[in-house]
């Protein structure tokens, strides 16, 4: 659609509640033909609805990326900015939200819109005013006009739950964290409708529609409301201002703020926003609210940019061409979205390559990797699914077959299940759903599109039902009408158990700092209200943090790298400046305590495991001195270095040229901390008794243990190896300990070089088989000497290769004479 470039091109941008995509609307029914793409499937369904009634459900036109609705007279489309049909001609072009372009995830769609998408007789670009210097360095030919916010958008504080006026949309950033404020709102208030992004559009429908009839006050939505879905919201109330974009948890920027609080307020109809929290990181900042008010977002710096016409010669040429600089200064390369990191995985298949040798198959793999991560797999599980379907378009006739793809929508056809399950058997179906509107995926499309369809509306339907069901209590809602109940004076207990009840009714559980919501509490006439919970848990929760900083050491414990408090699991050890240094993170529950109590419990954690440190694992604590103490010179603090990175043992082969560095005072420093150095392995014994041995593996994050009081494993056995101290000889480990007390009795049985046969007492006693004996025997340093027929076996002194030389111990044994006859 490029060619065009020089049909007029206007950029409407303002803040929400400006009428630009009703205005955008209006303009392309004025054309004989025209598409807008939008950022939501839910938005471009719901102007759909609007055309439809326009200009007859025979002309218009929905694609979308898992629904296509397409006449064969449609002469307007609405579509998702994904799902553009770029190829067709048609007189209006509309790009709604267009500084998405902005986005990480998604912005490279958008961009590559803005530049390529193009009306014959007219393009308009729609979108925030922060986008305006990248349409002066991007489409310097766009006329820009300001739309002003038609009403007032205040501030208007932080309020509650309960104390919400009527009319609220919450807003959430999670599915977790909108099921849990939707059923707090059901025993408060009586419930709320739900809209997500997920949502299928029949779903998302009939939820706006309870709450536009007034069945419910309250909405509760992810931030899919921002994005122009039009409700009669008063008042936007944030439940956080942090989401997880793909990458990281982040805040909002005042950007994504100011998109989701305009919502409020309707035409010419005031609204206001704010928050569920006066302070802490869910609370607005004075800056924050000035610019949201002032409508004053900050201008965009770059945005996102990806070819949008890759190069098919061959999979390197279109993944060098996806991964191209952009040319102009304000675009910046897209970042690595689940497309193109599937196309890499597939492109390191043989038989992907072998099958894909022309354009035409290079183009079927990149349409088959722009299948989408519906159900949120992760790029290893859906490279494999994409890869399973790509099989089948590469092969035979080329679509994918029937029978799989019955059998998966069998499976889907089922309505049972909660909330939860619906959702994720809708997200499965999108991708099936997907699959049936390509047009040269399967043999039949149009009758498995219908039955795609079919499945997906019986699960929106029950979907519908059941957040209805869960979300709702449209008796309760009444009753706080009539009553105007205020929850705050109704009693609220904790039992033993953490158990937070209101009048004898579960409103759900407080396991040590963290609240749990009941998700199956009813009520008949009143409510169990969270709002009433609210002031009683904090001064809980209070109490609960200053008996943790005072609590006896035998209310603690560890399990992996979790400390607990009665069970309850309070902070986590994450890798530090050494292992006997870990750092210990509290756990995300204990947010709910002020700073000052939070540091009196981390420095009681901190106390705590200093002082088991030192009582299961002194060895570490002293190695971890040794490391710290500028005095205890370059060699010994070098070796205690490596053999805490090694949990205090390690072959002494790795660690040879540290050993031969020490000198007489480090050695006997280094006895004295309880290393001993033996032939073949650096190791303590406290380290190999049962309860050092669990300490240390929790620490190491070992996950297999060796059974307590072993010393000798068979090879297959959990534990059999050095880290868990043994030493793996033929077909049986050894404990480090009895290698070097069979090491020392071999030597201290030799004469100088002459053939001996060793006392195999010891060994025999410990269950060393004499195979076993002969592999350590020969790590050693000894050769098997000839024998007759039926003579035991004699043993002859070689000596060990240099980084390998026993270490003399300190008394004057067969180790001194082996190390003077080595070194002579």
């Not at 590469?394 to 056809?413: C, I, K, M, T, Y």
């Not at 901190?606 to 060895?619: D, I, K, M, T």
């Not at 033996?678 to 050092?692: E, I, M, S, V």
């Not at 201290?748 to 592999?775: H, M, N, Y």
Request: glycine share 8%; aromatic share 6%.
């Amino acid at each position: 659609m490029s060619q065009f470039a020089r049909s007029p091109i206007t950029a409407v941008l303002g803040p929400t509640n400006t009428g630009k995509t009703h205005l955008a609307v209006e303009r392309m029914c004025g054309h004989a033909s025209g598409m807008i793409g939008f950022p939501l499937r839910l938005l471009a369904r719901e102007v759909y609805d609007r055309v439809v009634k326009m200009k007859g459900v025979e002309n218009v036109g929905l694609i979308t990326g898992e629904e296509k609705i397409l006449p064969p007279k449609a002469r307007w489309f609405l579509c998702t900015a994904e799902s553009m049909p770029l190829e067709r001609e048609v007189a209006f072009v509309g790009l709604d939200e267009a500084q998405l372009g902005a986005d990480p995830e998604r912005g490279h769609v958008f961009t590559d819109r803005l530049l390529r998408a193009r009306g014959f007789a007219e393009t308009m670009i729609l979108g925030s005013e922060s986008l305006k210097p990248m349409l002066k360095a991007l489409v310097p030919d766009a006329e820009v006009i300001g739309r002003p916010r038609f009403s007032t958008l205040s501030y208007a504080g932080a309020k509650k739950l309960s104390r919400l006026p009527r009319r609220s949309a919450i807003v959430a950033f999670s599915a977790e964290e909108v099921y849990a404020v939707a059923e707090a709102l059901r025993r408060l208030r009586g419930g709320a409708a739900v809209v997500m992004g997920a949502l299928s559009p029949r779903t998302r429908n009939a939820q706006v529609a309870m709450f536009q009839a007034g069945e419910v006050d309250y909405l509760v939505a992810t931030d899919a409301i921002g994005m122009g879905l039009n409700m009669d919201v008063a008042h936007v109330a944030f439940a956080s201002l942090h989401k997880f974009d793909g990458r990281r948890q982040r805040r909002l920027t005042v950007a994504e703020m100011a998109q989701i609080a305009g919502r409020a307020g309707r035409h010419q109809r005031d609204g206001t926003f704010g928050a569920l929290s006066e302070e802490g990181p869910s609370a607005f900042a004075p800056e924050e609210v000035l610019a949201i008010e002032g409508h004053q977002v900050a201008r965009l710096e770059h945005l996102f940019w990806r070819q949008g016409q890759p190069d098919h010669a061959s999979i390197d040429a279109l993944i060098a061409s996806l991964e191209a600089k952009p040319d102009a200064e304000v675009l910046r390369p897209a970042p690595q979205a689940i497309d193109l990191l599937v196309l890499k995985r597939l492109a390191e298949e043989t038989w992907v390559r072998d099958r894909v040798r022309s354009p035409r198959m290079v183009a079927r793999l990149w349409a088959a990797c722009g299948l989408p991560d519906f159900r949120k797999l992760g790029a290893d599980p859906h490279a494999r699914f994409v890869g399973r379907v790509f099989g089948h378009l590469s092969e035979g006739n080329g679509h994918v077959p029937h029978q799989w793809f019955a059998d998966e929508l069998q499976r889907l056809d089922n309505m049972a299940g909660d909330v939860e399950v619906l959702a994720g058997r809708i997200a499965a179906a999108r991708s099936w759903a997907y699959i049936a509107h390509r047009p040269d995926w399967l043999q039949d499309p149009l009758h498995w599109a219908e039955r795609t369809r079919g499945v997906e509306e019986k699960l929106s339907d029950a979907l519908h039902a059941s957040l209805t069901q869960r979300f709702v209590d449209r008796r309760t809602t009444v009753l706080l009408r009539q009553i105007g109940a205020d929850a705050s004076d109704l009693p609220v207990t904790i039992g033993p158990e953490g158990e937070v009840t209101v009048e004898e009714h579960p409103l759900g559980k407080l396991a040590g700092f963290r609240f749990t919501v009941a998700p199956d509490a009813r009520a008949a006439d009143k409510r169990m209200l969270l709002a009433a919970a609210e002031k009683r848990l904090a001064s809980e929760l209070r109490r609960r943090g200053e008996a943790l900083a005072e609590v006896e050491d035998q209310a603690l414990s560890m399990v992996g790298t979790i400390l607990s408090w009665n069970g309850t699991g309070v902070a986590e050890l994450k890798t530090g400046a050494s292992i006997a240094r870990p750092k210990i993170v509290l756990d995300r529950a204990l947010g709910v305590l002020d700073a000052p109590l939070r540091a009196a419990v981390q420095a009681r954690l901190e106390r705590w495991f200093a002082e088991q440190l030192s009582r299961h694992l002194p060895v570490f604590a002293n190695l971890d001195a040794t490391l710290r103490d500028a005095q205890a010179g370059a060699p010994l603090r070098a070796l205690a270095h490596a053999l805490l990175d090694a949990g205090g043992l390690m072959p002494r082969r790795a660690a040879a040229h540290l050993v031969e560095a020490l000198d007489g005072d480090a050695r006997k420093r280094l006895r004295k901390i309880g290393i001993t150095i033996g032939t073949l392995d650096l190791f303590a014994p406290a380290l190999l008794k049962p309860a050092a041995g669990r300490w240390r593996r929790e620490l190491m994050g070992l996950a297999e243990a060796p059974r307590d009081g072993a010393t000798v494993l068979p090879r297959s056995a959990p534990g059999a190896d050095l880290p868990h101290g043994f030493r793996p000889l033929g077909p049986q480990a050894v404990r480090v300990d009895l290698v070097e007390r069979i090491a020392r009795a071999a030597h201290d049985s030799r004469q100088g070089r002459k053939p001996f046969t060793p006392d195999p007492a010891l060994a025999t006693s410990i269950g060393v088989k004499p195979e076993t004996l002969a592999r350590l025997m020969a790590q050693l340093g000894f050769r098997t000497a000839k024998t007759q027929e039926g003579e035991p076996a004699r043993w002859i002194w070689q000596g060990l290769t240099p980084v390998a030389k026993p270490q003399a111990p300190p008394s004057n044994n067969a180790f001194a004479a082996l190390a003077g006859l080595r070194d002579g």
